[in-house]
């Protein structure tokens, strides 16, 4: 009692819940219910509004500009950069490369870092329960130039085996590539453990922090992590915009990425010298607007006590846990200590989609299939789950909500079935 | 209850997903086709014996996915067998107007009933790609399926 007090007074989440519009209309007749954060967050006012001034008032085309907008516009962006950089506490702010997304962030590793480096037989390590965004950029390497997958199994709970991970990095090994927090199990890595082993064989740690920034503090100095992806429209913020961080002496010996304007030092008929990072990975007019957009949302994520947020998403999580717990016609996937506020699950005799159907007609927003983590389902022996994913702005009325849709969806999807 | 859910998922529709007709690998194929959607991961395989005169002489499927999908793969057999290619290609146009709530004036009133328990899937538009798979697979068999 005193703790969940506790958690009030530190973070209201139904003054949170107002802040974003989104919230308060209806679906199919029914006031929605939106348990889908892990695919895409909803946004807020101020990200809304903050968007909507700057391409009122400041906007013009980045750098290089003598006019005073191209100015203003460059202020913000590069703002950006360093609102980015204080939230993932970079030492430097040129080691926050702004990407259109997560998926371009690991893309820019593979190709830029890891590619050149790699001889037919060197090893990237990652684990069963990545997204396809962290798997397919290290298929184009074993496709391409012969590279080799080593696979780190989960246990059944969905946790990391942190002692195979350790025994599967090897002299071969060219890069640990392993998600900060897993968007169908909410398995939450031991990412310093996994850093310091990796580092103790000379291995550099790429993260996908897609969900792990949304839901844990990130330091990456503290983790001493070499790359940390991040993407803007699960963290509350605008769709086309992503961070990666890496380390200043990794981004200096990096090839560039897209070939462009913004990117280069100088062009000639016959040479092309590149620009500094950050700006030799940022080719082309970057999404400006979206920048100003994501610092937005992390400034506004960072108004309130994280730990107190992480508090009241575990709260629901647990709510969420025992209920689903109680019925015995469901299969929870992830029971990891300390995961994050997901759940995903099977229902005996339906569906995923069917599923999701009928709980999309009582209004509630939940994400059904194989969440971009086929290697994972086949871990686990399941074509598709069922996924309940949570937000700061969920409240424990949502999962009454999300439970009564499960047992209307028994009722039509079960009829006749069961005895 | 939500009537549309009721229609949707009307007893005919979910006693074919339970107990699907002509289910299981038909050896001596003469056409066959995968169908996959990977968007969902709904999956039907179509097999199914061409005979001289151009009618489909049987019909078989596998496969796995929501109810929607494997209901349809299995009124979609029964209805396919017996008939020419004509018929099928009449039925399945016929099919596809139906589920996205168009007129479907090709259907004969026999076919036209048989498949009414479908229409309910115009108000779902985000499922009908999950009833119109194993139509789209019977029509892959055709055309690029047959066994060499």
Known sequence: ?419 | MDHSLRELYQEVILDHSRHPRHFGVLENATHKAEGYNPLCGDKVNVMLVLDKDGKVADIQFTGKGCAISQASASMMTEMLAGRTLAEAQKLMEGFIHLVKGEEAPGLSPDDREHLDVMAGLSEFPMRVKCATLAWHTFSNAIEEGAAS
């Not at chain 1, 029914?30 to 695919?39: F, H, I, R, T």
């Not at chain 1, 990407?99 to 060197?122: C, H």
């Not at chain 1, 015995?328 to 005996?348: C, H, L, Q, T, Y």
Request: proline share 4%; aromatic share 8%.
């Open chain 1, 1 to 419: 009692m005193t703790a969940q007090t506790k958690i009030a007074s530190a973070f209201d989440a139904a003054k949170a819940r107002a802040d974003f519009p989104i919230l308060s209309r209806q679906v199919h007749g029914k006031p929605l219910v939106y348990l889908d954060s892990g695919a895409s967050a909803q946004k807020p006012n101020v990200v809304l509004d903050c968007m909507r001034d700057f391409a009122a008032t400041d906007y013009a085309n980045v750098h290089r500009g003598v006019h005073y907008l191209s100015g203003a516009a460059t202020d913000a962006y590069e703002a950006a950069r360093r609102t980015v950089q204080k939230f993932v506490n970079a030492a430097h702010e040129d080691e926050v490369i702004f990407t259109k997304g997560g998926t371009e962030a690991i893309n820019l590793v593979s190709y830029s870092f890891l590619a050149p480096k790699i001889q037919p037989g060197d090893e990237i390590v990652l684990s069963v329960m990545e997204h396809h965004s962290n798997i397919v950029p290290w298929h184009f390497l074993r496709e391409r130039q012969d590279a080799v997958l080593r696979w780190v199994d989960v246990r059944d709970d969905g946790s990391l085996d942190i002692e195979a991970l350790d025994a599967a990095i090897t002299s071969r090994t060219k890069l640990v590539a392993i998600t900060h927090m897993s968007n169908v199990l909410g398995t939450v890595t031991p990412l310093k453990d996994i850093v310091a082993r990796a580092h103790a064989k000379g291995v550099p740690v790429l993260a996908d922090g897609c969900q792990g920034a949304v839901h844990e503090i990130v330091d990456v100095q503290a983790l001493d992590i070499d790359f940390y992806a991040l993407t803007g429209h699960k963290l509350y913020g605008p769709t086309g915009i992503g961070a990666l961080y890496a380390k200043r002496s990794h981004l200096k010996e990096m090839r560039p990425f897209n070939g462009g304007g913004e990117m280069i030092r100088e062009v000639t008929r016959d040479i092309v010298t590149y620009a500094d990072p950050p700006a030799r990975f940022e080719a082309g007019t970057p999404p400006i607007l979206e920048a100003v957009g994501l610092a937005a949302a992390m400034d506004y994520l960072n108004g309130f006590d994280r730990a107190a947020v992480r508090a009241h998403e575990q709260d629901l999580y647990a709510y969420a846990r025992q209920a689903v717990g109680e019925l015995n016609w469901i299969r929870v996937i992830g029971d990891a200590p300390g995961k994050g506020a997901i759940i995903s699950f099977e229902a005996e005799g339906m569906h995923a989609h069917d599923i999701a159907t009928i709980l999309d007609r009582e209004g509630v927003a939940v994400r059904a299939g194989h969440h971009c983590a086929q290697v994972l389902m086949e871990r686990f022996g399941v074509a598709s789950t069922t996924r309940a994913s949570f937000g700061l702005y969920n409240s424990r009325a949502d999962v009454d909500t999300l439970m009564t849709g499960l047992t209307k969806a028994r009722e039509i999807l079960a009829q006749g079935s069961i005895g």
